[in-house]
């Protein structure tokens, strides 16, 4: 059974810091690219950053460059979202998936609010 269990969500005020990982089970993880997408209240999916199977190529959206940096670690199956500088409009239940996205491999996130 695949499962993705996201984790290192909460409150943070606007400039902190959190960092999120996604532990991957029950599929080859270290052969697919993962992402991550958030999905902010009220709002459809976003998706956000994503790293090549490797780790060696990364991406993200514009709105998150230069804050969020995403990494993993094939050996303990385990994809990483360090967030830095964080905005009030950060908020949002972030997800990963690998990418592109599989659609029966959905979590159940984890939520980030940003907030004073």
């Known amino acids: 059974e695949v499962q993705l269990v996201e984790s290192g969500g909460g409150l943070v005020q606007p400039g902190g810091s959190l960092r999120l990982s996604c532990a991957a089970s029950?599929?080859?993880?270290?052969?697919?690219?993962m992402s991550w997408v958030r999905q902010a209240p009220g709002k459809g999916l976003e998706w956000v950053s994503a790293?090549?199977?490797?780790?060696?190529?990364?991406s993200n959206v514009d709105s998150v460059k230069g804050r969020f940096t995403i990494s993993r670690d094939n050996a303990k199956n385990t994809v990483y979202l360090q967030m830095n500088s964080l905005k009030p409009e950060d908020t949002a239940v972030y997800y990963c998936?690998?990418?592109?996205?599989?659609?029966?491999?959905w979590g159940q996130g984890t939520q980030v609010t940003v907030s004073p």
């Open positions: 790293i090549d199977s490797g780790g060696g190529r990364t």
């Open positions: 998936n690998t990418n592109p996205a599989t659609a029966s491999y």
């Open positions: 029950g599929f080859t993880f270290s052969i697919y690219a």
